[in-house]
Structure formats: C-alpha cells, structure tokens
C-alpha cells in the first residue's frame, strides 16, 4: 500500500496570502499571533446577523483586494484600507493622486464577489485638480442619471470625476445596460472623455 504523502508544498498564493496576513497584523507578535487574530475574528463574526459564511466570503474579499494593491504598488496597499460587508466595499485612508483613488477602485471591483464600491479615499496633492466643484456636480449628476434609469442597477457601478474625465468601473447585467451607463455618461454638461473599465456579468473575476 502507498503511503500517504505528507511533503507537498504550499502553493505560491497560499504563501503570498500568509504574508499578507503577517504584513496587515504589524503589531502582533509575529506570524503565528496573526493567524491566531484571524481565526479569533472569524469565529466572533459566526455569532454576528451576518453569519459565519458570509463573514468568511467577506474576509476572503478582502484580503484578495489588500493583495491585488500589495502586489500592484506596495504604497497603493499602505493607504487604502479596505472594509467589507456582504459583498459591500468600502475604501477609506488617503492616497497622493486622484489617478491613485481611480486605481484602488477599478482593482477592488475586479474581485470575485463585489457587488458595490463605495470610495471614500482622500486625496493629499489636490494640486492637478482644476475644478473639483464641477467633477462632484458631474459626480453627482451621472448618479442620479443612473439611479432614475430603471434598465440600470446603479449601485453596480462606481463614478469617479477627475478634471472632466469620467471613469466608469463596475459590473453590467449585459452589454445594453453598460451602453446606458456610458451614454448617461458621455450626456454629462462639464464631462469632456469617458473611461470605461465596466465588466459584463460573465463574472469571470479571480
């Protein structure tokens, strides 16, 4: 009979996740009290409303955003931290470039599992932004665009205003409902181009 084989190694992603883990618990004492944190946050989010399965789906979210910014750009992952609830993100901390804030949102809606994006990243060098009063109106107009279209789900998508460049992320139901996005988008009065980083729900995210 063959024994079993108790050799195998870890794969690649496993290590980069452990890591991240050691990294995101600075503080602790070392790797083995941050796993021993995790599994203490895990098992006191089973007794909240949410449920142990979805507390865990939501730490799984997470923890794969904080390392799709560590691996991108190690002080994009040192400025956002990122917070979820049933699928729900919301991005806090503060970042150098309006550019930096698009970034951080765009990635977090390429994960698995996201269904909203809230940012809420503050922006330090506000230096390269021309007219910030016109973007949040722009900001604000598209949304209610979205919010009063019917064919559209709005809070799938994320809008963020940069000097009259408008950049669209977020998950569409079908290809007509990302065209009536970009349309509302490309309506807007102080909007000058249109980036369009929307995904069609064939969810082929990681």
């Not at 991108?72 to 901390?93: I, Y």
């Not at 309006?98 to 951080?104: H, Q």
């Not at 599992?113 to 016109?134: C, F, P, T």
Request: glycine share 8%; charged share 20%; hydrophobic share 40%.
């Amino acid at each position: 009979m063959t024994k079993p084989d108790h050799t195998s190694k870890a794969s690649p992603l496993g290590l980069r996740s452990l890591c991240l883990l050691c990294v995101m618990a600075i503080g602790l004492s070392g790797c083995v009290g941050a796993v021993a944190g995790v599994g203490a946050a895990a098992v006191a989010a089973g007794t909240t409303e949410k449920g142990f399965s979805t507390s865990i789906s939501d730490g799984v979210i997470g923890t794969k955003i904080s390392e799709s910014y560590f691996q991108e750009d190690v002080s994009l992952f040192s400025a956002v931290k990122v917070n979820v609830n049933q699928g729900s993100v919301l991005l806090t901390g503060a970042v150098e470039k309006p550019e930096d804030a698009v970034k951080a949102v765009q990635m977090a809606w390429q994960v698995h599992g996201v269904v909203e994006v809230i940012n809420e990243l503050d922006v330090r060098d506000e230096s390269s932004i021309k007219d910030r009063a016109k973007d949040i109106a722009s900001e604000a107009q598209l949304r209610g665009k979205l919010i009063t279209d019917m064919d559209v789900s709005s809070l799938n998508f994320s809008i963020d205003v940069v000097n009259g460049v408008v950049y669209l992320s977020g998950i569409a139901g079908s290809e007509e409902e990302m065209n009536r996005v970009v349309a509302h988008a490309q309506d807007l009065r102080f909007g000058t181009t249109v980036v369009n980083y929307i995904r069609i729900n064939e969810d082929d995210r990681e």
